[in-house]
């Protein structure tokens, strides 16, 4: 993932992530009866969890791990402006985790999914745990949701048509990644092959009602950007007039203006742990 502008990119990361923190803070109420010694996030990008892991675990050595040093310096800055202890790495993900320090809780948000090997993916990061400690991992959920099912106007339900591109989409991402290997993606099931017990799910919501505030208006704005860019590969013509008209700041009807934008999605988290020596 190399070819990305990740300094251009990582104030739209940082926005997207404070956006979504209500499941990670969720997360990691799950995980207020651990007492870890060191943490790591792995492909932390801009810091944002890292830090409310900083803040969680005060006492906790936590590193943020990324292959972007971009990304790893706004984490830095991240953490000064929050007054929270965090250290960082540049490693690759996943062939430069040999290299790192075990620790007691190891997380990984939506990462395991863009590389090839998934389930080598998670025996490597099973494989940073001390005996006894804890992996989480962030994959799956639901599709997010931001707009009526009627806009009044285009044809309706949008978010549909959205949701089967996006899929598209992805199923060419994980396609087209370097040794991909298709998986019953069975996260759960996978963490066990992994070699981990006391494996379980849980689902956390992030609710951002009507109106929304600044910071994720401005970030539905960069998820139908998103979308808008190559739109013409996978919706029609009217979906693509739709999308333009709600990415038109001068209309009353788009997304910097409208009064009924919200932030609905759900994020799924997968715990595993190491067994004891």
């Known amino acids: 993932m190399n070819h990305h502008d990740w300094a251009a990119m990582a104030e739209h990361l940082e926005l997207e ?65 929050l007054g929270v202890k965090l250290r960082t790495q540049v490693a690759e993900f996943p062939d430069g985790l040999a290299g790192l320090t075990p620790a007691d809780l190891v997380w990984s948000g939506q990462v395991v999914h863009h590389v090839g090997d998934q389930q080598d993916a998670l025996n490597q990061l099973a494989g940073l745990l001390e005996p006894g400690g804890v992996l989480a991992i962030v994959e799956g959920g639901l599709p997010p949701r931001w707009l009526p099912r009627d806009l009044g106007f285009g ?73 808008r860019n190559g739109a013409e590969e996978r919706l029609d013509a009217e979906d693509v007039a739709t999308l333009d008209r709600l990415l038109d700041p001068a209309d009353p009807a788009g997304v910097d203006r409208r009064a009924d934008l919200f932030v609905l999605t759900a994020k799924t988290v997968h715990f595993g742990r190491r067994a004891e020596r």
Request: proline share 7%.
């Open 17 to 81: 992530a404070e956006t979504n923190s209500p499941y990670v803070r969720q997360a990691l109420a799950e995980l207020e009866h651990l007492t870890p010694r060191r943490i790591l996030d792995i492909g932390s990008g801009p810091g944002v969890a890292a830090c409310l892991m900083a803040a969680a675990f005060d006492q906790a050595e936590v590193t943020a791990v990324d292959g972007a040093p971009e990304l790893l310096a706004h984490a830095e800055q991240r953490a000064e402006r």
């Open 155 to 227: 044809r309706p339900g949008l978010h549909a048509r959205l949701d089967v591109a996006m899929a598209d989409g992805f199923n060419q991402m994980r396609a087209e990644l370097p040794g991909s290997v298709s998986v019953v993606e069975d996260w759960p099931g996978m963490l066990r092959a992994a070699g981990l017990a006391e494996v379980r799910s849980k689902t956390f919501l992030v609710d951002h009602p009507a109106p929304l505030a600044d910071g994720p208006r401005r970030t539905v704005r960069r998820w139908l950007e998103r979308f």
